[in-house]
């Protein structure tokens, strides 16, 4: 019954992340965390949920001639290099010291979606460098928390002036890769549960491709932003309430 629940919960959140690109992992792993499964098995399973979601999502950009796969490739070869460093180091790490970059990490991300606007978008300036600082940081994170790194790298993106659905569809790509990774490393060290992957997969794939076609054919830019800050408040603010 726990898993059919976890189920129903994946599917649910990556319709939602899938619309910004974002992937949902950083909603599900605090979710199973509260559903009682350890946190150490919920970074691998967000991890992976996120990488067969990002990858119906990213079929699906490429089916409708959406991807420009130029636009973030420093991002996606940074963040790909970078998460197993960051889901190794996530092993030693105390779960005090996870939830309190968590609650960091997700108020971050909501107040950039919600709050900030664009920059004025020049095309001076050095793309690969700013790309690679990007994805190094998302990278990391995103294997330390079992994220893939999105609620850093979509919201980023956008302050500095990329326009939204183009960041979603170059942000689902990203995550694909950098999720991968990183649950790569974590199954290295032995932690996924094996049957929860199992139960989870197929909800993610449907999730992510409803979520997908929501994000190109019904919902605005500026609707993506604000629905996606809003929840990632709300999951704080949960977090917030446990560790107090």
């Given amino acids: ?134 994805g190094a940081l998302a990278g990391f994170l995103g294997g330390l928390l079992g994220v893939g790194g999105g609620g850093i790298i979509s919201p980023t993106l956008i302050i500095l002036g990329h326009e939204p659905k183009k960041v979603a569809v170059t942000t689902a790509l990203v995550v694909f890769f950098s999720s991968l990774s990183g649950f790569l490393t974590y199954w290295g060290m032995g932690t996924p549960d094996w049957k929860l992957l199992g139960v989870v997969s197929l909800s993610a794939v449907a999730g992510g491709w409803i979520g997908t076609h929501l994000m190109h054919f019904k919902m605005s830019s500026e609707q993506v932003k604000k629905a996606i800050g809003l929840i990632l408040y709300l999951i704080a603010l949960k977090i917030i309430l446990e560790v107090l």
Avoid at 6 to 32: K, L, T
Avoid at 95 to 120: A, C, D, K
């Fill in 1 to 134: 019954m726990q898993y059919l629940i976890v189920a129903f919960v994946a599917f649910m959140f990556s319709v939602f992340f899938s619309i910004g690109g974002v992937g949902s992992a950083i909603a599900i792993v605090p979710a199973m965390t509260w559903l009682g499964i350890p946190l150490m098995v919920a970074k691998p399973s967000g991890l992976f949920i996120n990488t067969l979601s990002m990858l119906s999502a990213t079929l699906k950009n490429i089916k409708h001639g959406k991807l420009d796969h130029r636009f973030g490739l420093p991002i996606l070869v940074m963040a790909t290099l970078f998460a197993p460093i960051g889901a190794y180091i996530g092993k030693f790490v105390p779960r005090e010291w996870v939830l309190g970059i968590f609650i960091v990490f997700l108020l971050y991300s909501g107040t950039m979606m919600i709050f900030f606007r664009p920059m004025p978008k020049s095309d001076d300036g050095n793309h690969i460098i700013e790309g690679s600082l990007i």
